[in-house]
């Protein structure tokens, strides 16, 4: 404990008298302090027990004293020691009435007691009590690395909700509660999911201090990592501010959690390289050597169907190599699709491939609907009708996923063509994530949009656009009817109003004119094509 008034006033040495504000003793000293100055204030910072003779104060006058101590009080001083004998053979009447009305404990000091000795007791109090805090804060930091040893991350914070004598809570890089102690704490920590979220925008280490839900008790966050991206973050809730013990043991807490956040982070790099190694055997065709060199490392996903993902970033090279901010937009996708994963139980396989992210998750997994639901986020977000997902980055319009359809370890080549091809596709349509199934649902008709389909098709109808333009004939709209009726003349001609003599003739000046045979299945596919790719314009 820090020293107090009371603890000066039963110190045996200094013989102090309590003349005022006897009922007030038990406040914390936190320095002595001499000052005859008729307005010692702007030199006080709050605390303090103040030590006077009264040598240049009217001490018997009690409007002077009553505007004296009221300054004091307003300052923040704690008490007034008054040395008798020097200047005043007592303490006049005036001051200690003064202080008395104020609140103010006036202490007595007598004539062989110096000034020196009651501050070389508040300083001596002080220092033991500094030395007992630093002397409980390693006891500390020693018992918390015995929990984090034999119980790990759950294990350190139970030993640091008793230390502080509140509650703490671990969250992922997601944002998720990991792990809380008492287990009561759950449902604070849940309620804290925003705060730690927008802790994790700013680099690490960073920290703030919060109100806890409905004001129950004062909570302390801190990021976890040494990245530019923290990795977790660390809740801690008490009923007041932390004291120098319990600042100890919250500090040892983040430095052991920042280490194994850290060594899980190296192992988390290791297994990705055998991750990346497992994809390879799976997309060269070796389903029994990926699983040999996987092991038990990704449980039964090699054997259940799965879905392949791959996720790149829309930004042009030149933007890549100012900041890489496609890193992160990739790196929040793996962080979601992880902690999904990790929190459901399930395996994942995660490989960074420089600019691209391939990830193996199990059909109808929580990593794939996280992924879709995250995508989904981004999507509103682009759109404007909803604020980007907690675990994204500024740069929201560059993620694009595509997503295959479930496949096994033999269709894994399969599959990764699948996601490329839906990841393609996802690119020219603007959109975030494109699953191969909708494509094959849907119409190949969308994709005669692109640039270069329209620029073969305008080449290849231009001469029969020319032609249709001096008024010789209407060549493109026949060449349409006829190749929509499936060469059948006549119905053809009635869909144009014309006798089918003069649709056959028109459809020969058709060839002459393009230099190729309507006889050829190919020639019509691709004329077929070329029509509905110009009148999508």
Same mark, same amino acid.
């Given at each position: 404990?820090?020293?107090?008034?009371?603890?000066?006033?039963?110190?045996?040495?200094?013989?102090?008298?309590?003349?005022?504000?006897?009922?007030?003793?038990?406040?914390?000293?936190?320095?002595?302090?001499?000052?005859?100055?008729?307005?010692?204030?702007?030199?006080?910072?709050?605390?303090?027990?103040? $030590?006077?003779?009264?040598?240049?104060?009217?001490?018997?006058?009690?409007?002077?004293?009553?505007?004296?101590?009221?300054?004091?009080?307003?300052?923040?001083?704690?008490?007034?020691?008054?040395?008798?004998?020097?200047?005043?053979?007592?303490?006049?009447?005036?001051?200690?009435?003064?202080?008395?009305?104020?609140? #103010?404990?006036?202490?007595?000091?007598?004539?062989?007691?110096?000034?020196?000795?009651?501050?070389?007791?508040?300083?001596?109090?002080?220092?033991?009590?500094?030395?007992?805090?630093?002397?409980?804060?390693?006891?500390?930091?020693?018992?918390?690395?015995?929990?984090?040893?034999?119980?790990?991350?759950?294990? /350190?914070?139970?030993?640091?909700?008793?230390?502080?004598?509140?509650?703490?809570?671990?969250?992922?890089?997601?944002?998720?509660?990991?792990?809380?102690?008492?287990?009561?704490?759950?449902?604070?920590?849940?309620?804290?999911?925003?705060?730690?979220?927008?802790?994790?925008?700013?680099?690490?280490?960073?920290?703030?201090?919060?109100?806890?839900?409905?004001?129950?008790?004062?909570?302390?966050?801190?990021?976890?990592?040494?990245?530019?991206?923290?990795?977790?973050?660390?809740?801690?809730?008490?009923?007041?501010?932390?004291?120098?013990?319990?600042?100890?043991?919250?500090?040892?807490?983040?430095?052991?959690?920042?280490?194994?956040?850290?060594?899980?982070?190296?192992?988390?790099?290791?297994?990705?390289?055998?991750?990346?190694?497992?994809?390879?055997?799976?997309?060269?065709?070796?389903?029994?050597?990926?699983?040999?060199?996987?092991?038990?490392?990704?449980?039964?996903?090699?054997?259940?169907?799965?879905?392949?993902?791959?996720?790149?970033?829309?930004?042009?090279?030149?933007?890549?190599?100012?900041?890489?901010?496609?890193?992160?937009?990739?790196?929040? /996708?793996?962080?979601?699709?992880?902690?999904?994963?990790?929190?459901?139980?399930?395996?994942?396989?995660?490989?960074?491939?420089?600019?691209?992210?391939?990830?193996?998750?199990?059909?109808?997994?929580?990593?794939?609907?996280?992924?879709?639901?995250?995508?989904?986020?981004?999507?509103?977000?682009?759109?404007?009708?909803?604020?980007?997902?907690?675990?994204?980055?500024?740069?929201?319009?560059?993620?694009?996923?595509? #997503?295959?359809?479930?496949?096994?370890?033999?269709?894994?080549?399969?599959?990764?063509?699948?996601?490329?091809?839906? $990841?393609?596709?996802?690119?020219?349509?603007?959109?975030?994530?494109?699953?191969?199934?909708?494509?094959?649902?849907?119409?190949?008709?969308?994709?005669?949009?692109?640039?270069?389909?329209?620029?073969?098709?305008?080449?290849?109808?231009?001469?029969?656009?020319?032609?249709?333009?001096?008024?010789?004939?209407?060549?493109?709209?026949?060449?349409?009817?006829?190749?929509?009726?499936?060469?059948?003349?006549?119905?053809?001609?009635?869909?144009?109003?014309?006798?089918?003599?003069?649709?056959?003739?028109?459809?020969?000046?058709?060839?002459?004119?393009?230099?190729?045979?309507?006889?050829?299945?190919?020639?019509?596919?691709?004329?077929?094509?070329?029509?509905?790719?110009?009148?999508?314009?």
């Amino acid at each position: 404990m820090p020293p107090t008034l009371a603890s000066l006033v039963h110190h045996s040495a200094l013989k102090l008298t309590v003349r005022a504000g006897g009922d007030r003793l038990d406040v914390p000293v936190r320095w002595a302090h001499v000052s005859e100055l008729a307005d010692p204030v702007p030199y006080m910072e709050g605390g303090e027990l103040l $030590l006077i003779t009264a040598l240049k104060l009217d001490a018997e006058d009690p409007a002077a004293m009553r505007r004296y101590v009221k300054r004091l009080v307003d300052a923040g001083v704690v008490g007034l020691g008054f040395a008798v004998g020097v200047s005043y053979d007592d303490i006049p009447e005036a001051l200690v009435e003064a202080c008395g009305k104020e609140g #103010l404990p006036l202490l007595e000091v007598p004539r062989r007691t110096p000034f020196l000795a009651i501050s070389k007791a508040v300083s001596a109090a002080i220092a033991a009590d500094q030395y007992r805090a630093v002397t409980a804060g390693f006891a500390a930091q020693r018992e918390l690395t015995r929990q984090a040893l034999t119980d790990g991350p759950e294990g /350190l914070l139970a030993g640091l909700a008793s230390q502080v004598d509140g509650w703490a809570a671990l969250y992922d890089a997601s944002g998720a509660v990991v792990a809380t102690a008492p287990e009561w704490a759950g449902r604070r920590a849940a309620r804290l999911t925003a705060d730690v979220q927008r802790l994790r925008e700013r680099p690490a280490p960073a920290s703030s201090v919060v109100a806890g839900p409905e004001n129950e008790d004062r909570v302390e966050l801190h990021s976890l990592g040494t990245g530019r991206r923290p990795r977790a973050a660390l809740a801690v809730g008490t009923a007041a501010a932390l004291g120098t013990a319990e600042r100890y043991a919250v500090h040892s807490a983040i430095a052991l959690l920042t280490l194994t956040t850290e060594r899980s982070r190296s192992l988390h790099a290791a297994e990705q390289r055998v991750g990346a190694a497992v994809l390879r055997m799976l997309l060269a065709g070796e389903p029994d050597h990926a699983r040999a060199v996987a092991g038990d490392l990704y449980g039964g996903l090699l054997d259940a169907p799965f879905r392949i993902v791959v996720a790149e970033t829309g930004a042009a090279p030149a933007a890549r190599a100012q900041g890489d901010p496609n890193g992160d937009a990739l790196g929040a /996708l793996a962080e979601v699709v992880e902690s999904a994963a990790a929190r459901s139980g399930e395996a994942v396989l995660v490989v960074p491939e420089g600019e691209r992210l391939v990830v193996l998750a199990a059909d109808g997994g929580a990593a794939v609907a996280a992924c879709g639901e995250h995508a989904a986020a981004r999507e509103a977000a682009r759109n404007g009708t909803a604020p980007p997902p907690a675990a994204s980055t500024t740069d929201e319009d560059e993620l694009v996923v595509g #997503l295959s359809a479930p496949a096994g370890p033999i269709a894994a080549s399969a599959a990764y063509k699948q996601a490329e091809q839906a $990841l393609s596709v996802a690119r020219r349509r603007g959109r975030v994530l494109v699953e191969h199934e909708q494509l094959a649902a849907g119409s190949v008709l969308p994709l005669l949009a692109d640039d270069a389909v329209r620029a073969f098709a305008d080449g290849l109808l231009r001469a029969l656009y020319e032609h249709d333009a001096t008024g010789r004939g209407d060549l493109v709209a026949s060449l349409r009817a006829w190749l929509s009726r499936h060469g059948q003349w006549d119905a053809a001609a009635a869909d144009l109003g014309v006798h089918r003599h003069t649709l056959r003739y028109r459809m020969r000046r058709v060839e002459e004119i393009l230099g190729r045979s309507l006889d050829d299945p190919d020639v019509r596919m691709e004329l077929w094509l070329a029509l509905k790719a110009t009148s999508a314009e």
